[in-house]
């Protein structure tokens, strides 16, 4: 009971955690509790039925263990994808001698690529509220007290693991919630902005199109006049006519002058 209210108060202390940083406290508390020489965490990813385990969080207390993310099937046939398919627990002794009528077998890969010397495991899932798994501690390689040999891990190990997976698993998704929710926030504030940029260079070109007009309404007048002087004469005084009807009426001065383009020139009527 002790450990389960020191990882509640571990989990729920303080301000809300980035996933990642909460991932690697997880790891460390986990591997601490069992005296483990490394550990590592998968997260269950799912694109359409596929489901496959990302490495997310991985560290040892021997070897400089790679940084970078890596991607394995989730398939019953290695321990970790056993785990995450089953929602079982499991410890092994020695990943060299897995009795036949296991389902899993250790991957040898995992130890390629991370450079780490597996001996023993002890593998649980994290589960949400719904008791669905979402991800999978891997601890690897019990040390004595002082340190060094490496023991296989023990029942009293597991017991003292297993009542933490829901915890874990609950704050993990919480977390994983709130950093999809803050992306979301962010991607609308960056399409307010986008919109608003969009809005103000529509007005600038609205402004540019009605002073175009208008511009245009005065050279067209001017060469009518140049050509034929009634015409431009008649041009301007339908013009001026326009503008002082609709002054008359009692419209808004940038209504009035839509309506009709006062002239600066002050030809007058014949």
Same mark, same amino acid.
């Given at each position: ?5 020191e990882?509640?108060d571990? %989990? ?20 601490k ?87 023993s ?15 999978? %501690? ?28 829901? %915890? ?9 919630? &709130?950093?999809? &929710? ?44 140049l ?20 002054k ?6 940038a ?16």
């Open positions: 009971m002790s450990v389960l209210l990882f509640l571990f %989990i729920s202390g303080g301000p809300q955690p980035a996933v990642t940083d909460l991932l690697h406290r997880v790891l460390v508390k986990c591997r509790l069992t005296q483990a020489e490394a550990g590592a965490i998968f997260m269950v990813r799912e694109r359409g039925r596929k489901k496959h385990l990302e490495l997310v969080s991985l560290q040892s207390d021997v070897v400089n263990v790679p940084a970078e993310a890596f991607k394995y099937r989730a398939d019953p046939q290695s321990v970790a994808g056993y785990v995450a398919r089953t929602g079982e627990r499991v410890r092994i002794e020695d990943v060299g001698k897995i009795p036949q009528d296991r389902p899993y077998r250790f991957d040898p890969d995992f130890d390629r690529t991370t450079g780490i010397r597996t001996r495991v002890l593998a649980f899932p994290l589960k949400n509220h719904a008791d669905e798994v979402i991800g999978v %501690i891997h601890l690897i390689n019990k040390l004595d007290k002082a340190g060094h040999e490496t023991h296989a891990f023990t029942s009293e190990d597991a017991a003292l693991i297993q009542p933490i997976n829901h %915890i874990v698993g609950g704050a993990i998704e919480r977390s994983l919630m &709130i950093e999809r &929710i803050s992306e979301q926030n962010r991607r609308l504030k960056e399409r307010s902005r986008l919109l608003a940029r969009q809005r103000r260079k529509i007005a600038t070109l609205k402004d540019q199109t009605e002073e175009a007009f208008q511009i245009s309404i005065r050279l067209l007048a001017r060469a009518a006049e050509y034929d002087e009634d015409t431009g004469n008649h041009i301007v005084r339908v013009n001026e006519y326009s503008y002082l009807l609709a008359k009426l009692g419209m808004p001065q209504s009035a002058t839509k309506s009709a383009i006062r002239p600066n020139c002050t030809t007058s009527a014949r």
